[in-house]
């Protein structure tokens, strides 16, 4: 038996090396399993056999060939063991499920899961009726910390599901998801969440959903849809923001990207039932999945109600700081919380805006949109000088395309030429409320933006395109960074803009211009007011 144990340590650890001698290994054990009555007989046969089975399912998923070193030249595939691993499985599940001992019933859970997945669809439609029952109570039973074979031959069982074996498990599947789901969650509250053990029982959890995302990715996407939705009778927050977290592992695995682009609106639509939710567990997992969406080859920004998620990550990025006070002071041991949220969206904003190209269509002039909510409602301003590095990034690129310059006409989301000028002028005076190296952000995006503000789409007729604003913020704007960068008191500093806001009102010799800017400038509360 301590044999056998080596062969199973030699097939979890070479696969490819083992396998061409797998069914000679195979033969030699299934005969003994009758008369195996110890509990360390049981766990190491089964344990051998789990390990085989496994050392089958690597080599499928990694799609190699074996050519066998002493078994001629003929490539080996799944289905060759399908007949030897419906063979053993029948002794599993008979009275070797029963044991009670924890290092047996895990072992043969775990060989039960992956030896399924080896067998030809019609046996494995034959073993369903049995295995799913055994393997879904088993996972049910078993702590977060004795999980990991048992998640880990779920997962497998899973695994390789065609057309046919997913019609037959579809009346299963809301039982599986939820249970799975229900693990998740588990795992996640266990103390000992931080072990090797437990993290290695939520990744194959995790894998177990990139499974039934293969063939049942429609299932799960109304499943989940029932649960956030805000009538759902499921009002744990935490089985909400497990939700979220299997949505932002299937869209963060590659390999996934082909099976999820067609239900690209479904899944926008499903994580847009989130965004009003104010529990703080929840937020966290939306913008992680958010973030996910970001690093994708899939355009989900690009699609309708995409532009809603970035909005989403705006809005948390300038969570100000009386309710990341008031928080701490009542949760210092929670495991999600408005600061810790708010700095991942502020870095996540940098991070889309530097990701080299990918997202500048997504977020070029969508960021402007939202410079009215940071100036109209004062709490929101803690996010503009983010806000500003990137539309420094951004505006870099950008300004060397054909898309930098703004059809004011028809962005109608975007403030006017003189909202935007007052916005920045406002923000720009804040010197107690931003600093000097967040000012220095702000009046860099000024002379980014300044060609822009001039509306040379809206001139395109002219002789010569306008280029007031321009002209003037890019003559006098670096002097002030040098000011700044030399040191300068509030009051000065307030007089060198004041200066500047004057010049600006005049600059294009428009009294409507004038006009439009005084308003606003009157009307515009102040950051300190926050």
Known sequence: FFIINALAQFADQQPLRFVPYLKEATAKILPIMSIAKQDNHRMFIAKALGCFADSILQIATQNEQLTPRSAGSASLNRDDFGDIMYSGIQFLIGDWIRNGELRVRIQVHFAIGTMFAICSTDNRTTLLPKVVPIMCAALKKEKPMDQLLVARGFANMLAHVDDNLAFTMGPHMDQIIMLVLQCIVAVN??????????????????????????????????????????????????????????????????????????????????????????????????????????????????????????????????????????????????????????????????????????????????????????????????????????????????????????????????????????????????????????????????????????????????????????????????????????GVTAEAWEDYVCKLISKTMVCKQSEQWAEDMTCLLYTSPSPRDS
């Open 189 to 486: 509250l266990d103390k000992e969440s931080n072990s090797s053990a437990v993290k290695g029982a939520l990744g194959f959890l995790l894998q177990a959903t990139e499974h039934i995302a293969t063939f049942h990715m429609d299932g799960l996407i109304v499943f989940v849809s029932k649960i956030l939705d805000s009538r759902s009778l499921h009002k744990d927050p935490s089985i909400r923001a497990g939700c979220l977290q299997i949505f932002r592992h299937l869209i963060s695995r590659k390999a996934l990207e082909p099976r999820l682009q067609p239900f690209m609106d479904s899944i926008i639509a499903t994580l847009k039932l989130s965004i009003n939710d104010s529990d703080w567990r929840v937020r966290k997992n939306l913008a992680a999945t958010i973030i996910a969406m970001g690093a994708s080859s899939i355009p989900f920004f690009q699609a309708i109600g995409g532009p809603d998620l970035l909005s989403y990550i705006l809005k948390n990025a300038s969570i100000p700081e009386s309710i990341v006070t008031e928080f701490n002071a009542k949760n210092p041991n929670s495991t999600a919380s408005p600061q810790e949220i708010r700095d991942t969206c502020r870095n996540t904003l940098t991070l889309f805006s530097g990701s080299s190209g990918k997202l500048d269509s997504s977020l070029w002039p969508f960021l402007f949109e939202h410079m009215s909510d940071y100036v109209d409602s004062p709490p929101l301003v803690t996010a503009f000088p983010t806000v500003c590095r990137c539309l420094n990034q951004l505006g870099a690129r950008v300004s060397e395309t054909e898309n930098y310059y703004v059809d004011f006409a028809t962005a109608v989301n975007v403030p006017k030429p003189h909202a935007l000028a007052v916005k920045f002028l406002v923000q720009a005076m804040q010197l107690d409320t931003h600093g000097p190296a967040e000012l220095h952000s702000i009046l860099e995006s000024m002379v980014l933006i300044s060609a822009v503000l001039d509306e040379p789409l809206a001139h395109q007729n002219s002789e010569e395109p306008p280029a007031e604003m321009y002209n003037l913020w890019a003559g006098m704007i670096p002097e002030l960074q040098k000011q700044l960068m030399e």
